[in-house]
Each structure stands twice: as C-alpha cells, then as structure tokens.
C-alpha cells in the first residue's frame, strides 16, 4: 500500500476527513474531530500513525519491522506503520478499521449513536472486532 492507496482507504471510512492542523504535508484523518490517524510522507517514503489496542500494538511491532512506536504519539496506544511495501495491504486495512471503530468507540454517547444510526454498525466497526462493545 503506498501514500495515495492509504489515504483513498482512510477518507472511504463513514465521514471521515482530512486536516492539516500540524503543517500542510502532515495528513490528519479525523472523525467527529477526533483524530484516527495520521499520513505523512519524507524523501519518497510514506508512513501513518493509527491508534490500536496497547496489548495487539505490541504484538505488531514484533510481527512487522515496518510497525513501530507511535512516533510523536503515545507510544502505548499508537503505532506507526511505515508503508514500505512489506505489511500486506489487507493488513494495512484492518489496522486503519481498528484505529477507527476505537475512536468511534470513545466518542461521546450521542455522537457515536448517531453515526451508527446513519452508517450502521457494521459500517463503523469494520473487521475490528469492537461493534458487540461499543454502547
């Protein structure tokens, strides 16, 4: 997956969007102005930031080289994921769905609800595993 696959999938999640809050080549992905990721890209290589579960981000950093800390980030709930071709883009996929469903998860009540009733839960919480706890 490479920066501009990254960032179609990223604004494809229900009313998702694009800031520049930090600088004007440092892609923010929020929703309901919260932030689910972060896209960047430094001398032709392009990484992201996403929010994951502390126990499964560890796990991660020690499947792939390419997962580390979160850089600039709390390092026990965010990765970063450096997109340099050796993670499967399906994995890539499920790690975005992921950081997603738990920002919608830690969106107020009535956000939240809102969101599943216009999109769907299904929408929302995507293969990561989260719909049957969020409430």
Known sequence: ???DEARRYLLCKPEAY?????????SVMKIGKKMFATLGQRNG?????????????LILRDIFVAVRPGY?????????IILDGSIPPGEIERMIDCSFALVVKGLPR??????????GRAALYAQ???GSTAG
């Open 1 to 3: 997956m490479n920066y």
């Open 18 to 26: 694009e800031d520049f809050p930090f600088s004007p080549d440092l």
């Open 45 to 57: 290589l392009a990484s992201m930031n996403l929010k994951c579960d502390p126990h499964e981000a």
């Open 72 to 80: 600039h980030m709390n390092k026990r709930h965010w990765n970063t």
């Open 110 to 119: 009535t956000a939240r609800q809102a969101l599943e009733i216009r999109h």
């Open 128 to 130: 990561a595993g989260t």
